[in-house]
């Protein structure tokens, strides 16, 4: 387990930066409770076997007896490295990012299940949207009932999808919480 | 064969063969009355003129007068009485026999009917007498003849039973029978034949019927009363309902059951000693990929899966071991107990577990948790001896408990992995109370949870644990369930072990589970100091002052801890044992806290001293 240096730190930053915008920093300022002091503490990233987690200090503290080989998780991952070097954000940081989102897509009941599979989002199964939505936009999938269903890129600005036919993609789909049960051994 | 015969009968309505006893059967019996409209022209012939006979024993009467009927039809014909409706299978077998007997009354009836009729209603009552005592003698016979017809099967019969498939309904009622003679072997036995026999037998029996090897189902017999046994048994054979629990950190159990409602699964909240437990009666939808499943709004979690986190009951802002904690069940509800604060150290040994319960975690929404990868046995080197508030330990054990959900454990399971399981789980609970901080403020506890029924996994293990270490039993805050045992057989268990649960099928409808609390009271090993972790320094230097007076004497320094230990909490036994064992490290430590409480009490006379002193020359 080790901190992030400047270039990852840089990208990994970038990456959430695109779903949450200013709200970065209520991320990194977040005031902790986890840890057995009562006063709370501060978040931090750390890379343990080219995954990045998103974990408060006192935990961080407690866990460096931990050997290198043993340590599994630490918090919330939110994401990890590929071979190639480059990273992307995994399903595990939707909490994260559903609580600071700054752009929202809500899904009609009957395509829930349809982005669930890994499907991307349909103008035909839109049932609200953020305003000022820009194409490349970070954007995070929400049910009607405020659940949150995971994220993706906007493939579309606002203005154009009120336009679109019912079946063109108005978010690519990039990570949803059904990869809990179809892709388990992956996460 | 009596009671052969009586079933042959009725299932061949239509034959017209006469043996003697079919009259009597059919009177015994009451059968429905069936109507079977096209015999009924037959019946015509029937007259009303004997409203007695009829109204007594319609069937016989009916029939016999019937089967006259068919067989003259031309005079039958001619009297077109109706008749109440009866049974007309029995007709044609009563009738068969009536032909013998009475086709002479037959044919005299067509002549003339008024005597004839009385001679035959007199010859009926005469036949349906005879009939009533025969049928009474044959019930009374087979009464009788039950209970003295069992007994073992011999050698022989064995064998042949061996040799060819079991003959499941036999082996069934040969259960039941041995079963109801065990409960109340006093008054049923029969002569001659040593209970041993018997429970030899029924352990056969039941390990052939069910698909026990012979190991386990000699444990059972053990543990069991025959009659529970049996209870035992049907229960594994059966699914305890699915449950299911809420994850308080993202919803609530009623709004949750709401949104499941809509969605088509029938529920109910699981019972009264949770909070949060809901269980699924059944579903349109799977239960475990519904999207607020997947979204972390609850967990797919069996009842008695609660019971050891409960027991536990951690606080906010402690510190936690959860030693084998794959799927994950258990440690996302201590981290929803504990509200995302404090820390939870997740470890598990079996890499390919790992998966799963970092998923687990994740999707529920628990950041406050690290995940490790180590032997349980190892946990005290690297996380350092008493360094925890709480340890949980849900035992890998034999999993008799949960047959219902496994049934290879069935024949999977011999003395020899009992026994590797109850050394794996000694060690185990060792290394958790070396975690433990006895000194916590909060804490101290440790729970060790097992779902197996097997004393050797349960109450011996935790009878070692309190041999070995100074820790002692306390209520789990359970209140249902049964105590453990305190003694089985041969084995003696220390007394306070009636404070450990246990959980049946049978009684509690979830599955075998055995839970218990046990409180850390001093960091020594093998010692007995018995101070509480919550006492105050002025407790401690009393102890340790009293200690300082009996010094060098041994012997009270064991009658000095038992009186010590009415302010904390008496264990004795435990105690002494330990007292015995080590002394030398003991004193060790006991002259240094001497030494400490030797240099207070100096400076406390030498105030006192100088307070008199002041006070002499008459300051005040």
Same mark, same amino acid.
């Given at each position: 387990? @080790?901190?992030?240096?400047?270039?990852?730190?840089?990208?990994?930053?970038?990456?959430?930066?695109?779903?949450?915008?200013?709200?970065?920093?209520?991320?990194?300022?977040?005031?902790?409770?986890?840890?057995?002091?009562?006063?709370?503490?501060?978040?931090?990233?750390?890379?343990?076997?080219?995954?990045?987690?998103?974990?408060?200090?006192?935990?961080?503290?407690?866990?460096?007896?931990?050997?290198?080989?043993?340590?599994?998780?630490?918090?919330?991952?939110?994401?990890?490295?590929?071979? !190639?070097?480059?990273?992307?954000?995994?399903?595990?940081?939707?909490?994260?990012?559903?609580?600071?989102?700054?752009?929202?897509?809500?899904?009609?009941?009957?395509?829930?299940? &349809?982005?669930?599979?890994?499907?991307?989002?349909?103008?035909?199964?839109?049932?609200?949207?953020?305003?000022? #939505?820009?194409?490349?936009?970070?954007?995070?999938?929400?049910?009607?009932?405020?659940?949150?269903?995971?994220?993706?890129?906007?493939?579309?600005?606002?203005?154009?999808?009120?336009?679109?036919?019912?079946?063109?993609?108005?978010?690519?789909?990039?990570?949803?919480?059904?990869?809990?049960?179809?892709?388990?051994?992956?996460? | 064969m009596p009671a052969l015969t009586r079933n042959k009968k009725k299932g061949a309505k239509l034959q017209t063969e006469t043996p003697p006893l079919n009259r009597r059967t059919k009177s015994n019996t009451a059968p429905?009355?069936?109507?079977?409209? =096209?015999?009924?022209?037959?019946?015509?012939?029937?007259?009303?003129?004997?409203?007695?006979?009829?109204?007594?024993d319609?069937e016989e009467e009916?029939e016999e007068?019937?089967e006259?009927?068919?067989?003259?039809?031309?005079?039958?014909?001619?009297?077109?009485?109706?008749?109440?409706?009866?049974p007309?299978a029995d007709d044609f077998l009563g009738g068969s026999d009536d032909e013998e007997e009475e086709?002479?009354?037959?044919?005299?009836?067509?002549?003339?009917?008024? &005597?004839?009729?009385?001679?035959?209603?007199?010859?009926i009552?005469g036949e349906r007498e005879r009939e009533e005592r025969d049928a009474k003698d044959e019930l009374q016979m087979n009464i009788k003849e039950q209970?003295?017809?069992?007994?073992?099967?011999?050698?022989?019969?064995?064998?042949?039973? *061996?040799?060819?498939?079991?003959?499941?309904?036999?082996?069934?009622?040969?259960?039941?029978?041995?079963?109801? #003679?065990?409960?109340?072997?006093?008054?049923?036995?029969?002569?001659?034949?040593?209970?041993?026999?018997?429970?030899?037998?029924?352990?056969?029996?039941?390990?052939?019927?069910?698909?026990?090897?012979?190991?386990?189902?000699?444990?059972?017999?053990?543990?069991?009363?025959?009659?529970?046994?049996?209870?035992?048994?049907?229960?594994?054979?059966?699914?305890?309902?699915?449950?299911?629990?809420?994850?308080?950190?993202?919803?609530?159990?009623?709004?949750? *059951?709401?949104?499941?409602?809509?969605?088509?699964?029938?529920?109910?909240?699981?019972?009264?000693?949770?909070?949060?437990?809901?269980?699924?009666?059944?579903?349109?939808?799977? /239960?475990?990929?519904?999207?607020?499943?997947?979204?972390?709004?609850?967990?797919?979690?069996?009842?008695?899966?609660?019971?050891?986190?409960?027991?536990?009951?951690? @606080?906010?802002?402690?510190?936690?071991?959860?030693?084998?904690?794959?799927?994950?069940? $258990?440690?996302?509800?201590?981290?929803?107990?504990?509200?995302?604060?404090?820390?939870?150290?997740?470890?598990?040994?079996?890499?390919?577990?790992?998966?799963?319960?970092? *998923?687990?975690?994740?999707?529920?929404?628990?950041?406050?948790?690290?995940?490790?990868?180590?032997?349980?046995?190892?946990?005290?080197?690297?996380?350092?001896?008493?360094?925890?508030?709480?340890?949980?330990?849900?035992? =890998?054990?034999?999993?008799?408990?949960?047959?219902?959900?496994?049934?290879?454990?069935?024949?999977?399971?011999?003395?020899?992995?009992?026994?590797?399981? !109850?050394?794996?789980? $000694?060690?185990?609970?060792? *290394?958790?109370?070396?975690?433990?901080?006895?000194?916590?403020?909060?804490?101290?506890?440790?729970?060790?949870?097992?779902?197996?029924?097997?004393?050797?996994?349960?109450?011996?293990?935790?009878?070692?644990?309190?041999?070995?270490?100074?820790?002692?039993?306390?209520?789990?805050?359970?209140?249902?369930?049964?105590?453990?045992?305190?003694?089985?057989?041969?084995?003696?268990?220390?007394?306070?072990?009636?404070?450990?649960? @246990?959980?049946?099928?049978?009684?509690?409808?979830?599955?075998?589970?055995?839970?218990?609390?046990?409180? $850390?009271?001093?960091?020594?090993?093998?010692?007995?100091?018995?101070?509480?972790?919550?006492?105050?320094?002025?407790?401690?230097?009393?102890?340790?002052?009293?200690?300082?007076?009996?010094? =060098?004497?041994?012997?009270?320094?064991?009658?000095?801890?038992?009186?010590?230990?009415?302010?904390?909490?008496?264990?004795?036994?435990?105690?002494?044992?330990?007292?015995?064992?080590?002394?030398?490290?003991?004193?060790?430590?006991?002259?240094?806290?001497?030494? +400490? !409480?030797? /240099?207070?009490?100096?400076?406390?006379?030498?105030?006192?001293?100088?307070?008199?002193?002041?006070?002499?020359?008459?300051? +005040?």
């Amino acid at each position: 387990m @080790r901190p992030l240096d400047e270039t990852e730190t840089t990208v990994v930053f970038e990456k959430i930066f695109k779903f949450v915008g200013n709200n970065l920093k209520n991320i990194v300022e977040n005031p902790s409770h986890e840890g057995p002091e009562s006063e709370p503490g501060r978040y931090c990233f750390r890379l343990q076997k080219s995954r990045v987690y998103y974990v408060s200090e006192s935990l961080v503290k407690r866990a460096t007896n931990i050997s290198r080989k043993s340590l599994v998780s630490l918090g919330t991952c939110i994401g990890k490295y590929t071979h !190639a070097g480059s990273f992307h954000l995994t399903i595990m940081s939707l909490n994260l990012l559903a609580a600071n989102a700054k752009h929202k897509v809500w899904l009609k009941p009957t395509s829930e299940m &349809s982005f669930l599979y890994g499907n991307h989002v349909l103008k035909g199964g839109l049932g609200r949207i953020t305003d000022s #939505i820009v194409p490349g936009d970070g954007v995070v999938v929400f049910s009607m009932s405020d659940v949150p269903l995971g994220f993706g890129i906007a493939a579309k600005s606002t203005q154009d999808c009120r336009k679109l036919d019912p079946n063109g993609i108005v978010v690519l789909h990039q990570a949803d919480i059904g990869e809990y049960l179809r892709d388990e051994d992956e996460l | 064969m009596p009671a052969l015969t009586r079933n042959k009968k009725k299932g061949a309505k239509l034959q017209t063969e006469t043996p003697p006893l079919n009259r009597r059967t059919k009177s015994n019996t009451a059968p429905a009355k069936s109507h079977k409209p =096209p015999l009924k022209k037959q019946r015509k012939g029937i007259s009303y003129e004997k409203p007695e006979v009829v109204s007594n024993d319609d069937e016989e009467e009916e029939e016999e007068v019937s089967e006259q009927s068919d067989e003259e039809l031309g005079s039958d014909f001619s009297s077109e009485e109706e008749e109440d409706t009866e049974p007309l299978a029995d007709d044609f077998l009563g009738g068969s026999d009536d032909e013998e007997e009475e086709g002479t009354l037959g044919s005299s009836d067509s002549d003339s009917d008024g &005597s004839d009729l009385e001679k035959e209603s007199k010859a009926i009552d005469g036949e349906r007498e005879r009939e009533e005592r025969d049928a009474k003698d044959e019930l009374q016979m087979n009464i009788k003849e039950q209970p003295d017809e069992f007994r073992l099967p011999t050698k022989k019969e064995l064998e042949e039973e *061996a040799s060819g498939p079991p003959d499941l309904p036999a082996l069934q009622t040969r259960i039941k029978e041995i079963v109801r #003679i065990l409960s109340n072997f006093k008054d049923l036995r029969p002569e001659g034949v040593k209970r041993k026999e018997f429970v030899e037998q029924l352990k056969a029996d039941l390990a052939s019927y069910y698909g026990y090897n012979e190991f386990l189902i000699g444990t059972l017999v053990e543990m069991f009363p025959p009659v529970e046994l049996m209870e035992l048994i049907e229960a594994f054979e059966k699914k305890r309902p699915t449950s299911i629990r809420t994850n308080t950190l993202k919803t609530r159990r009623r709004d949750l *059951a709401d949104v499941l409602l809509n969605r088509g699964v029938n529920l109910d909240p699981l019972s009264k000693w949770s909070k949060v437990g809901l269980v699924v009666y059944d579903s349109q939808v799977p /239960i475990g990929a519904t999207p607020e499943y997947l979204a972390g709004f609850y967990m797919l979690q069996s009842a008695s899966s609660f019971l050891p986190v409960m027991a536990l009951a951690p @606080r906010e802002n402690e510190r936690v071991v959860d030693m084998a904690a794959a799927p994950g069940g $258990k440690t996302t509800y201590v981290a929803s107990l504990m509200k995302n604060t404090g820390i939870i150290y997740a470890n598990e040994m079996k890499v390919p577990r790992l998966k799963s319960l970092t *998923a687990n975690l994740h999707r529920m929404g628990v950041t406050n948790t690290v995940v490790c990868n180590y032997d349980g046995r190892e946990l005290p080197k690297v996380f350092g001896q008493n360094s925890v508030d709480r340890v949980l330990l849900d035992a =890998p054990c034999s999993g008799t408990g949960v047959i219902s959900k496994d049934e290879s454990v069935k024949t999977s399971k011999s003395a020899n992995d009992i026994k590797k399981f !109850a050394d794996l789980q $000694k060690q185990l609970i060792l *290394a958790a109370i070396d975690l433990v901080d006895a000194e916590s403020k909060t804490g101290g506890y440790i729970v060790y949870s097992t779902c197996s029924i097997m004393i050797p996994e349960n109450e011996a293990v935790i009878d070692y644990a309190l041999k070995k270490r100074d820790v002692k039993l306390v209520p789990c805050g359970l209140d249902f369930g049964q105590a453990g045992f305190t003694r089985f057989r041969e084995h003696r268990f220390h007394p306070t072990l009636e404070k450990t649960r @246990r959980f049946y099928p049978h009684v509690h409808n979830m599955d075998g589970f055995f839970v218990a609390k046990l409180k $850390k009271m001093s960091n020594e090993t093998k010692a007995s100091e018995g101070d509480e972790p919550v006492e105050t320094k002025e407790q401690a230097q009393l102890s340790s002052d009293d200690d300082d007076d009996d010094e =060098p004497k041994q012997d009270t320094k064991v009658d000095k801890n038992k009186g010590r230990i009415p302010i904390s909490k008496p264990n004795n036994k435990g105690n002494k044992n330990k007292n015995t064992n080590v002394e030398g490290p003991r004193k060790q430590k006991k002259k240094r806290s001497q030494w +400490k !409480a030797e /240099i207070a009490q100096a400076r406390e006379d030498k105030r006192k001293v100088m307070r008199k002193n002041t006070k002499e020359p008459g300051r +005040k």
